[in-house]
């Protein structure tokens, strides 16, 4: 079930999700290689925290962020789609990754229990935040897994190998100028739903009705442009 299928009630998210659907359209019909994925067979575990919010049929029911500055409200990705996410960013113990809008911290969570890497969570609501570090204590990966309170768009992600994503297309337009000025070329970027307009993935995988895309930091252009 997509974010905004669990966000019907909310009529700007309504909105967005017209935008969304026309944007993810282009996408596919361009030509892209969806890779349709229905039964997924990840080696990788879900993560074992927070299991009353953790499964997408429960996601409805998850509280909402309304922090001041918030761009999202918060709505977890599913236990199957993180663990996909993790493998198409292909995470390993060298890695830190960066989930922008963190919410209870699954996402660096499941990457320092799964694959012993480090993580850096951005989370602009406070109570998420706490809720991410007593996870991350009960999971065990307290050591590996760091959360910051603060707007993303004011986070520092040069210390980011991969980052992962759960925003809108809005958000992630707004983001790509400061992906491509911070990151290292090379970084794997993983968003979970929303594409980045004419930025084309690497990889497009759907799983339980999700869709989670994969792109790769360019090097800068002779020109010196960026390509944002
Ligand atoms: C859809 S949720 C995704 C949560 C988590 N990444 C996941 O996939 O389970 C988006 C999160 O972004 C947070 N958020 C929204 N705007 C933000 C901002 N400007 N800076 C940091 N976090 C933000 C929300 O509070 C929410 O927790």
């Known amino acids: ?6 966000r019907r009630s909310r009529p700007a998210v309504l909105l967005a999700l017209a935008a969304a659907a026309l944007i993810a359209g282009c996408a596919q019909e361009g030509g892209d290689p969806v890779q349709t994925d229905p039964a997924p067979q990840s080696t990788v575990q879900a993560p074992s925290i927070d299991t009353a ?11 909402e962020s309304d922090a001041p500055g918030s761009d999202v409200p918060y709505v977890p990705t599913s236990p199957k789609t993180v663990a996909r996410m993790l493998e198409m960013a292909e995470v390993t113990s060298q890695d830190t990754v960066y989930d ?5 911290g699954r996402i660096v969570i499941a990457a320092a229990q799964q694959y012993g890497a480090h993580g850096v969570g951005i989370e602009i ?13 009960e999971a065990g990966v307290a050591d590996l897994v760091t959360f910051r309170q603060g707007d993303l768009f004011n986070a520092d992600l040069s210390g980011a190998t991969a980052v992962t994503l759960y925003l809108l297309p809005s958000v992630n337009m ?3 100028p400061k992906l491509m000025r911070e990151l290292e070329p090379g970084t794997p970027v993983v968003s979970h739903d929303f594409d980045m307009d004419d930025w084309e993935p690497d990889r497009t995988v759907q799983l339980n009705g999700d869709t989670v895309f994969r792109w790769t930091i360019p090097e800068a252009r002779p020109d010196g442009s960026t390509g944002e």
Do not use: H, I, W, Y
């Open 1 to 6: 079930m997509s974010f905004f299928q669990k």
């Open 53 to 63: 919010s953790a499964s997408s049929d429960t996601a409805s029911t998850a509280p």
């Open 100 to 104: 922008l809008g963190s919410g209870d």
């Open 125 to 137: 609501d406070a109570e998420l935040v706490k809720k991410a570090r007593k996870n991350a204590k």
């Open 174 to 176: 707004k983001l790509r």
